[in-house]
């Protein structure tokens, strides 16, 4: 299953438990998918194997030059010498996230069985936490976006902070499962989380009251700047019901005849490409909208799909550095076809195409498969989208600067 989905193939997840992304973040993808050390993780059934001296693969499809007698050796003297009593079943756990995770790939991880479930659970929209992506970057859980009106936000979280303890507890003494634990909870219960934010010389503290987080990734209305009628919308995820609700602000804003739109992708995550691409063919008249770049290189196109009923109008989006994923598709197409200005900082840069596959024991392999292009044939994947009117919200002011810029725009064209 694609972190960026596709309907087609993968909509059975949100039917079964739906940048989010994102993210959308949320979900473990909206909460804190991408976080993993490798190590540390929840029994599974144990399957069965035996020390071998030498391991020569016989099977079809199978690596037939692989001597696992290192990897044996290692599990022996572990079980033979280790005084903690290693448990056979984690530490099978263990072995397949540390495979995946020697690729140097935050995005490709393992799932627990327990882990898989809870996924599924949390993709559906509505769950018991704080509302917060995170990834791991240099070993640390760092945030990608808090949701909007969440309690992450609510308690002053921001893109780019790093969680360096949890109620005291280091996080680099952690692994992925215990992290989750700690933060997640029930409705009404607190996490202490100290965080260390770029600009800051100390760390900081933050008390966040968990609650059940409901996304309703679109909301809108219509402002009025100077005499012109402004629709402006903002996308929190691209989600199962993001086409439905974008629509009906659709419905509205040419309803009203608006003068021009704003797009707020601000600490958006993600979430499914084919809404990406939906979003973006309301604005494109024909063409491409994003590339997919496989492996061996292998180009595919996804091409607009519907009638630009948005066609002309003026658009500004405002992206930031927790805009990731399926927003930064959006943007870059847009960009790319000067159908609309991008405001705002640089966005995150989460550019890469998972799936998530099953394996026989109720587990599963999130791995990366492919890269995104914008149209122009720019990569996504850690670089970002650099917006055409750079602008800095000031932490200092009330005011909201990116967005007060974006109505400019509209305004004044310039």
């Known amino acids: 299953m694609k972190k960026i989905f596709t309907k087609e193939t993968q909509k059975f997840w949100y039917k079964v438990a739906s940048f989010l992304l994102i993210g959308l973040a949320a979900l473990y993808f909206v909460f804190t998918i991408g976080y993993t050390t490798g190590q540390k993780g929840k029994a599974v059934p144990a399957l069965g194997l035996s020390p071998s001296i030498t391991v020569v693969n016989k099977e079809t499809g199978k690596p037939t030059t692989v001597d696992f007698s290192l990897f044996w050796e290692a599990w022996n003297k572990l079980q033979d010498k280790s005084v903690l009593n290693p448990e056979p079943q984690k530490m099978l756990d263990g072995a397949i996230s540390g495979m995946l995770g020697s690729i140097g790939d935050p995005y490709t991880v393992y799932f627990t069985p327990e882990d898989n479930k809870r996924f599924k659970e949390d993709i559906q929209g509505e769950f018991d936490g704080i509302g917060v992506e995170l990834i791991v970057k240099n070993g640390l859980p760092t945030v990608v976006a808090p949701l909007s009106q969440t309690p992450a936000e609510k308690a002053g979280m921001k893109a780019g902070d790093v969680i360096m303890e949890v109620d005291g507890t280091k996080t680099s003494d952690l692994g992925f499962n215990a992290i989750v634990d700690k933060i997640r909870g029930k409705k009404g219960t607190k996490v202490t989380l100290k965080i260390a934010r770029e600009g800051k010389d100390e760390p900081l503290t933050l008390e966040v009251e968990r609650d059940t987080i409901v996304v309703k990734s679109v909301t809108w209305e219509t402002k009025t700047v100077s005499g012109k009628k402004i629709g402006y919308v903002k996308v929190r995820q691209f989600g199962d019901d993001t086409d439905t609700l974008f629509n009906q602000f659709i419905d509205e804003m040419l309803a009203a005849k608006v003068d021009g739109i704003v797009v707020d992708l601000r600490n958006d995550p993600g979430g499914y490409l084919d809404t990406a691409v939906s979003l973006s063919s309301y604005f494109l008249d024909g063409g491409v909208v994003v590339s997919e770049k496989g492996k061996g290189g292998a180009i595919h196109d996804y091409k607009v799909t519907r009638k630009a009923r948005l066609k002309g109008i003026q658009t500004a989006v405002l992206v930031n550095k927790g805009s ?91």
């Open 324 to 414: 990731a994923s399926a927003s930064e598709i959006f943007a870059g197409a847009l960009q790319d076809t000067k159908t609309g200005k991008i405001i705002g900082d640089q966005s995150f840069g989460k550019g890469s195409v998972q799936e998530l596959l099953e394996l026989s024991n109720g587990s599963s392999v999130k791995i990366t498969v492919a890269k995104w292009l914008t149209p122009k044939g720019r990569a996504i994947n850690g670089e970002g989208i650099t917006p055409d009117i750079i602008i800095a919200n000031d932490e200092t002011k009330t005011d909201d600067l990116q967005l007060n810029r974006a109505l400019d725009y509209i305004v004044k064209g310039e």
